[in-house]
């Protein structure tokens, strides 16, 4: 009977290292599709985003860029938020940058910057603090604020709307 028993256990141990071989050998087959399946796919969406969008530009296409489509960064605007009656002030500080779509856009809002700073500043003072800290209200904002610059120009437009700074205190 004890030999039996010894017979059985050295099955069973047999059994149990196999099953142990056999779990590592499928978890490692898992583990290597998985990642070769994470590498193609990264390199092909390398591939397809660089190809469009952040392939590395020559001098002369990033000159080229930069003249076609400036960018003009706008002094920060600190503004009281729109608040009800009896309600501790709150504030904005927004610092704000604007894509153009050609090169002479940028003359004539140099040229109408004092127009352009006050249609912002109206437009902040009408915000609630509560509006514009969502990623939402940024957005909705940003979308404002360009919809009021290009009802102003006429030589061009404002392709978007970038906050350097955004601070509500």
Not at 145 to 153: A, D, E, F
Request: hydrophobic residues 40%; positive net charge; without cysteine.
């Amino acid at each position: 009977m004890a030999e039996e028993e010894g017979a059985e256990s050295k099955e069973e141990k047999k059994g149990s290292k196999k099953v142990i071989v056999i779990g590592a050998v499928a978890l490692l087959l898992l583990a290597g599709g998985g990642g070769f399946f994470f590498l193609h796919h990264k390199k092909a969406g390398a591939k397809k985003g660089g190809e469009e969008h952040h392939h590395l530009m020559t001098p002369k296409e990033m000159e080229k860029m930069i003249k076609d489509h400036p960018i003009v960064d706008l002094k920060p605007f600190v503004v009281n938020l729109s608040a009800p009656q009896g309600a501790a002030p709150q504030y904005l500080k927004v610092k704000v940058a604007l894509k153009l779509d050609k090169a002479i856009t940028a003359k004539e809002v140099d040229y109408r910057l004092p127009e352009i700073q006050s249609a912002i500043l109206i437009l902040l003072g009408a915000q609630t603090a509560d509006g514009i800290q969502t990623t939402g209200g940024k957005l909705a904002l940003k979308d404002a604020i360009r919809h009021r610059i290009n009802s102003r120009l006429d030589s061009g437009k404002v392709t978007d709307v970038y906050f350097t700074e955004f601070v509500v205190q």
